[in-house]
């Protein structure tokens, strides 16, 4: 069935989902790396945070994407992942049901890049660097723009969060995804870059 736009709203001219090179003001790379595991540092948990919710996963995909807070953007970012991504909620993906043995599920986070999804990535990537997420392998965060440019101090931060993990991606602001829904078979060479490398083990 063809994607239709929202018919309350008028899509602009150029909604060819192009990202124009614009990433935001960020800077132009597509990709941050950082540590593989939590054993590759050493930080201590926090005894008084409270634990992060999980999410029980019986639908396993190549990917299992979760949103660090309401309205992340996990659904969008699944589903320009194709059909073997699942989105999982806001809670860390956790494989479970009948089957046996349970695979451990390949994770990707994301998130906002304003202020409560920010907070959100703080506190997620210092748990699991902590140690505290076990049972399935974090591939890495998605920051996703919450608006067509950032602040210096959103871009200082989403940069400093997406070398804490594996690996880190910022997607732009696309004013066209407004209108329209993306289409996964028409994406900028940007975002297909990021998506082959999250499904490339390092």
């Known amino acids: 069935m063809a994607q239709r736009g929202n018919p309350f709203v008028v899509a602009p001219e150029n909604s060819s ?8 003001g960020l800077d132009t790379a597509a990709l ?18 409270a634990l992060w919710p999980q999410t029980t996963v019986t639908d396993f995909r190549q990917v299992t994407v979760f949103g660090l807070h309401g309205g992340a953007g996990a659904t969008t970012v699944a589903s320009l992942f194709g059909d073997d991504t699942v989105d999982a909620g806001t809670g860390w993906p956790v494989a479970g049901g009948w089957a046996r043995p349970l695979p451990t ?19 997620f ?11 399935s392998t974090l591939l890495g965060l998605v920051m996703v723009d919450d608006g067509p440019t950032l602040a210096d101090g959103q871009k200082k931060a989403v ?3 997406l070398r804490k993990v594996p690996r880190g991606a910022h997607l732009p602001w ?4 407004r209108h329209v829904p993306p ?11 990021i998506i082959h490398a999250f499904r490339t083990p390092r």
Request: overall charge negative; cysteine-free.
């Open 17 to 24: 989902q192009s990202l124009a090179e614009n990433d935001g």
């Open 32 to 49: 941050y790396y950082g540590p593989t595991s939590p054993e590759d540092i050493t930080v201590a948990a926090d005894p008084d945070a």
């Open 105 to 123: 599920l390949q994770v990707l986070a994301v998130a906002r890049t304003h202020y409560a999804g920010l907070a959100a990535a703080e506190a």
């Open 125 to 135: 990537t210092h748990h699991w660097a902590a140690g505290q997420l076990p049972s």
């Open 159 to 161: 940069k400093r969060l």
């Open 174 to 177: 696309i004013e066209a995804w």
């Open 183 to 193: 289409d996964p078979g028409r994406l900028p060479r940007r975002l297909t870059k």
